[in-house]
């Protein structure tokens, strides 16, 4: 059959079934760049303003895709794509200051037991000579996940009653007292 096939074509026989290697090797290629064009479809919907974290997570995930055809897709410039993997591996000045600060400010929180906030850890790194402000120091407290205890009594509030407990007896009914001339049950001292 393959040999009809061939004569009909005008071709050798031997270079036919290279030819349906080959056409089946590109109808595999062609389902799987369906399948990635699927996946990047739906990535875009929630990728309107991609974020690098999301490009670079959704390139790794999916080593079978190429990084262009991807970047083509969620219309992402390939400068910015390789310009964010170059900061992945070559944090910036401002951003490797910040890792720096953040390793003294959480040996200050650790030396102090866990107790001092924002005010007190940056009143000892000013101390010890660092130019930092009162906010890059929250601000990196809070990305590191450090906080002060408050002092005691604060933020302490009454005790609320859950809604689906049991009320407890009625405790009037002990000292069942009625006025004769008000009719009302009243409970307290006799003095």
Not at 15 to 27: E, H, S, T, V
Not at 58 to 75: I, K, S, T, W
Not at 125 to 138: D, I, L, N, Q
Request: hydrophobic share 35%.
């Amino acid at each position: 059959m393959i040999r009809r096939v061939a004569e009909g074509l005008g071709v050798h026989p031997e270079a036919l079934p290279g030819w349906i290697r080959a056409l089946a090797a590109r109808r595999k290629e062609n389902a799987q760049l369906k399948r990635a064009h699927e996946v990047l479809r739906t990535a875009s919907a929630f990728l309107a303003r991609p974020d690098p974290a999301q490009v670079t997570a959704l390139v790794d995930e999916h080593p079978h895709l190429r990084v262009e055809p991807v970047l083509r897709e969620l219309n992402v410039p390939f400068s910015a794509y390789y310009r964010w993997r170059q900061v992945e591996t070559e944090p910036c000045e401002p951003r490797r200051r910040d890792a720096e600060l953040t390793c003294r400010i959480r040996q200050v929180h650790d030396e102090s037991g866990g107790l001092y906030g924002s005010p007190r850890v940056h009143a000892i790194v000013k101390r010890e000579g660092a130019h930092v402000g009162r906010k890059r120091v929250e601000r990196v407290m809070r990305q590191a996940g450090l906080a002060g205890i408050s002092p005691a009594g604060a933020g302490k509030n009454c005790t609320r009653r859950n809604p689906d407990a049991d009320l407890g007896p009625d405790l009037l009914t002990r000292c069942n007292v009625t006025s004769p001339r008000t009719g009302r049950t009243g409970c307290g001292s006799p003095t």
